[in-house]
């Protein structure tokens, strides 16, 4: 019992390590800036690769933030917590997954003197978050600016403008092509709202071989399959699809069946059983008179027979996943038992169904499919690595596309909305009173850090080209920003390079909200596993009988 004004102990076990107070807050912001320094050169046009080796000596060469830090191991919690935001940034608006890690590790650093001289983190803190309310509130209504979605030209700059700085920038007219095709294939519009989804229905298949200049988007599906039987029709005009989700093959047993056979006649007739339910499950099927058959399960030998008699094409094991892109292209529905086949199930849209070969394996097209609502990318590349690197940036091309889609706003890009939101932070720190202005301005200031990245990276002279950034913003000009190419200053309106604005906006939030919780963090205590009353015991016994001996 503790009496008045006892101080009440905190009592640890010998299993638990404990580290309290500024030491904690100290690590956490040196592996936050550790994290932010590893991929700081990934930032902008002149971007430097990283090359990754796993334990299994496979190699990763990638500038994206997110597959750079997937494949490090940290030890330190903090570091953990950084490497998670760069995960959830991509899952959520695909792109900036760079920027948000350069931007957490920056705020963190900035933070560290305040706590050197005594502030209180709780202080810094709610300076931090007013200016995270501010940014969004000056983003949403003075510094966005609106795109028209229907103009097609502007759009496609966007998308060149964020692929830009990554491998494929080379080839940034492909990729912004491919990626627009991609979404205005897959976005269905229902009464008040508009749905992209695309992971389900957006497929990239990498085919090494050939030149990156001969990817393009098909509109329709493409599988890595073959026809059942050799003999089956490998190119079919205006196909009727069936798809299925059982197989086409005699029941077995579900559970332990035991089958009693009392005379020679029983197994004949029950290998006739066998046959006389394949023949009627085949019949169902030729009952709506399909060119084509996709089933997720098997086909037996005999099935096929009586597919190929009726003049049907089939293929097998295909997966569920697949299943659904066919059935958004033709028009089909996929049935789970054959003796529910109607007409209305049978896909129609398709063009043309093909098997083709390329290098060693087969590949079954399903193209040219009227209003399709699902699409697969086909990549061609010299090697597994290129073709690798080269998915990863389309992915960031299609969520780009997808948010812009979805919102419609713009914010001018090469670090110009960074420096515009500084210098408004700056002038609105003026007017806050007390302490917490200065944990304010920190923001402002550690937001400089993108506009400092991208000319650090193209080798420019930094402070001078930043101080020629900062006079030209006090001027009023707030969308010139760094040419990431050759480390000049350019109006971005007529450079034509632009962001979407969920993806600052996510940025900013995730950088600050993050760097709230690390500050947050006064205490670490790390508990091993305990040790169970018998083995200590035993352990115990054994120390004593050692003892014993040693006397």
Known sequence: MFGPGATPIVVLSQNTKRESGKKVQRENIQAGKTIADIIRTCLGPQAMLKMLMDPMGGIVMTNDGNAILREITVQHPAGKSMIEIARTTDEEVGDGTTSVIVLAGEMLANAEPFLEQGLHPTIIIKGYKQALEDIIVALNEKLSVPLDVKNRIKFAEIIKSCVGTKFLGHWSDLACQIALEAVETVVLNHNDHQEIDIKRYVKIEKLPGGAIEDSSVLKGVMLNKDVTHPKMKRFIKKPRIVLLDCALEYKKGESQTNLELLKETDFTRMLEL?????????????????????????????????????????????????????????????????????ESHVGTGAGIFEVKKIGDDYFCFIVDCQDPKACTIVLRGASKDILNESERNIQDALHVAKNLVLEPKLVPGGGAIEMSISRFLNEKAAVLAGIEQWPYKSVARALEIIPRTLAQNCGSNTVRVLTELRAVH???????????????????????????????????????????????????VAGSKKISPERENSTLKHNLTEESIKE
Not at 313 to 330: E, L, M, W
């Open 274 to 342: 066998e046959e006389e339910y394949v023949k009627k499950i085949c019949e169902d099927i030729i009952s709506v008179k399909p060119d084509v058959l996709f089933t997720e399960k098997g086909i037996s030998d005999l099935a096929q027979h009586y597919l190929l008699k009726a003049g049907i094409s089939a293929v097998r094991r295909v997966r569920k996943s697949d299943n659904n892109r066919i059935a958004r292209a033709c028009h089909a529905t996929i049935v789970n038992r054959t003796e529910e086949l109607q």
């Open 474 to 524: 006090a001027a009023g000009n707030t969308t010139w920003g760094i040419n990431g190419e050759f480390g000049d200053i350019v109006d971005m309106k007529k450079y034509g390079i632009w962001e979407p604005l969920t993806v600052k906006l996510q940025t900013y939030k995730t950088a600050i909200e993050t760097a709230i919780l690390l500050l947050r963090i006064d205490d670490i």
